[in-house]
């Protein structure tokens, strides 16, 4: 016993974190089953309050289910490379016309790299790069890279456009990736209407500079949405199709109105500078520090909190109206007393700088929400037509654990679109080692910028794509000449995302579907019930079948495949694999590869014991003399599944995914676990066990 306790604390501790990750799989399932007995508005309604927060985190942790398995769209669409390297050219004529009208005809049935084809096409008619994309100094190799570079620029512009518009549509688990050297797959679980998604993806990319609304006037818009949600339930108002008027316009001045804290919390500094100007002309922008606050911070320096406006919090004192009055605080509000008085401020987080300026937060859990209430109609009525909304791309910070988003305020028409910018690109400053994004704008673009700049001193510019703000500096002064560097960036990561964001305005190589498929829900449901019986059924024949043959020892297999399953599962979970209908085949298959090593080990266990061996040194002998032939095959069988899921596509992935870390998992099962059960009965005196 002792000299096996090592491996049964690895085996508990295998099964107990096997079941952790699997718990939100169970979780969501046993959520699905009370959300279908919901028979009223009202019932869902006090269901998602109590449990929304816990629904959502167990739909993002359970095993995903693959398209095939969920029903939904599949997509192969192809950015316009030709169209991209055309406006490219310094030059054009027929010739490079052809070329890239055969390379972009080849490109639909080859993967190769489309700049090379273009390459060999042009020398086969005695032309090069440089003649149409070089200038008389540059070499072919450097032009050459170029254009790789601009090729896949272009390409992560899409898929940075395709992503955001998915998100904001509400598609759940979608996967975008490369195909080739110009081609992105899309696919779209649970999405319905197909026309709908086709044209959102098709669309143009639609990239803006919008002025953030002055915080005094956002701060009046704010407490009218509240005071009138104040007069209603908030649920009933957010679930129903429509809002019923409660108050009246002229209520809004006689009820009190909620204004917001102020906190020391120390802003980042984005600024944005000319590039050939060594004057300080800059935009300073104005964010919290994106700080992990489930953390502890001892200085107080760098700290938001969402519950900063809450009535049990210290800062209350400082709670004022939109004149500047303070607000009476002396009666302490539970949390429910404060979400019935205030629904608006808890959902939207105000929080004031010391500065005057107001931010605003919303929990990722309530970010639905928010977006429901500001589509109704009686909602819009109390908004200024000239105002619009827009949510962060990505979390400010986290508290407690979740993450939080900005809310912007927005004037609803851009002061200019992005196809002003010609250019964009992300780099180290070599003067201090920060990144930086030089942007650069056309003679209109940069004569309408050096005017807006010049005419909102101190006011913040939003940088929005698709709705959806990635950046919101303030203006420190004007900016003329339309070359500006961008510096202040956390990382060159967040640099490149600005750049990507900056260069997708244009989108100059449009994307276009070439490929689509749609699966139903109920051939996906079908293929759920066939795959999951399947393997069912599989396993209770395997499971029969080394019982009949090997008597106990069969009994001890079964209980280590029955162990096997449930970690192959765990592992999909933990790393939130998605489960396809070629993964079940590698499930099945990994099934049968784990009674191999059984049958190995046994086979050799019955024949040392023919050979008269003793029961405890017959299994010492088995285990020793199949651990060989056991490795030899799943080594050889791994290095066949990561070959297949590095070269594979989609189901080939699939399929190899599954089987290798069904293989992983099976070296631990065979040579492990039936190990431990055969040796705690020989250490307790056993002298005989039926192998059959």
């Known amino acids: 016993m002792r000299k096996n306790r090592f491996r049964i604390i690895l085996t508990v501790l295998f099964l107990g974190l096997a079941l952790y990750f699997l718990y939100p799989t169970f979780k969501d399932r046993e959520f699905n089953k009370d959300i279908s007995k919901l028979t009223n508005a009202q019932d869902s309604a006090a269901f998602f309050d109590k449990n929304g927060n816990d629904v959502i985190k167990a739909k993002e942790d359970r095993i995903k289910l693959g398209l095939d398995l969920q029903g939904g769209m599949y997509v192969i669409m192809e950015v316009d490379i030709a169209k991209l390297l055309t406006d490219l050219a310094k030059k054009k004529d027929d010739n490079l016309t052809q070329v890239l009208n055969q390379v972009s005809e080849q490109s639909k049935s080859s993967d190769e790299d489309f700049v090379e084809m273009v390459d060999i096409r042009l020398r086969e008619k005695g032309l090069s790069l440089k003649a149409y994309y070089g200038e008389i100094r540059d070499d072919e190799s450097s032009i050459k890279s170029s254009l790789k570079t601009e090729v896949e620029n272009a390409i992560d512009r899409a898929i940075q456009v395709v992503r955001n518009r998915i998100d904001q549509y509400g598609v759940s688990e979608p996967v975008i990736q490369k195909k080739g050297s110009s081609r992105l797959v899309v696919e779209l679980p649970g999405v319905s209407n197909v026309q709908e998604v086709r044209k959102l993806l098709q669309g143009t990319a639609l990239l803006e500079f919008k002025l953030v609304i002055d915080p005094q006037i956002a701060v009046k818009v704010m407490e009218k949405i509240n005071t009138y949600l104040a007069g209603g339930n908030l649920d009933s108002l957010v679930k129903a199709d429509s809002l019923t008027k409660i108050a009246k316009l002229d209520s809004l001045k006689k009820k009190d109105t909620t204004g917001v804290t102020k906190n020391n919390i120390k802003k980042d500094s984005t600024s944005i500078t000319e590039k050939k100007d060594s004057t300080k002309k800059d935009i300073t922008k104005k964010d919290t520090t994106k700080k992990d606050l489930t953390k502890k911070d001892t200085s107080k320096k760098n700290t938001t909190k969402m519950d900063s406006i809450k009535p049990e919090d210290s800062n209350l004192t400082g709670l004022t109206d939109s004149n500047g009055n303070p607000l009476d605080t002396g009666k302490q509000l539970s949390e429910e007393e404060f979400k019935a008085k205030n629904p608006w401020f808890y959902l939207v987080r105000p929080q004031q700088f010391q500065d005057g300026t107001v931010a605003w937060f919303v929990r990722e859990a309530d970010k639905q929400k928010v977006q429901k209430l500001i589509e109704k109609k009686e ?92 950046s919101a500096p303030v203006v420190r002064s004007k900016i003329t000449g339309g070359s500006s560097q961008i510096e202040g960036m956390a990382n060159i990561q967040e640099a490149k995302l600005l750049e990507i964001v900056l260069k997708a305005g244009a989108l100059p190589a449009p994307l276009t579907i070439i490929e689509e498929r749609t699966v139903g829900p109920s051939l996906g449901e079908d293929s759920i019930q066939k795959g999951l019986y399947s393997s069912i059924i599989a396993l209770i024949l395997v499971a029969l079948f080394m019982i009949v043959y090997y008597r106990f020892a069969g009994f001890v ?65 088995g285990y020793n003399k199949a651990f060989s032939a056991i490795m030899d095959g799943h080594v050889t069988s791994i290095i066949t599944a990561i070959i297949l899921y590095q070269f594979g596509t989609g189901p080939i992935q699939g399929f190899a995914l599954t089987l290798l870390i069904g293989l992983i998992a099976n070296l631990f099962t065979a040579i492990v676990m039936t190990r431990i059960i055969f040796d705690v009965m020989t250490g307790k005196g056993k002298t005989s066990i039926n192998f059959g």
């Open 379 to 470: 909602i819009q009525d109390l908004i200024p037509t000239d105002v619009s909304f827009a949510f962060s791309n990505r979390s400010t910070f986290v508290d407690e654990g979740e993450k939080i988003y900005q809310f912007y305020i927005l004037k609803r028409d851009p002061e200019l679109t992005g196809g002003v910018v010609v250019n964009a690109r992300s780099n180290i400053d070599p003067s201090n080692n920060t990144p930086v994004v030089y942007m650069e704008m056309n003679s209109d673009g940069s004569a309408d910028w050096a005017r807006i700049t010049g005419a909102n001193i101190n006011k913040q510019i939003a940088i929005v794509l698709d709705n959806v703000v990635y």
């Open 557 to 621: 297999a079964d209980l280590a495949l029955l162990f096997n399953m449930v970690v192959i599962m765990g592992i999909m979970a933990s790393f939130h694999a998605t489960l396809t209908l070629p993964g079940i085949a590698g499930l099945i298959l990994s099934i049968g590869m784990a009674v191999d090593s059984n049958v190995l080990i046994y086979e050799r266990i019955r024949e040392e014991l023919r050979g008269g061996k003793p029961i405890r040194t017959a299994i010492e002998i």
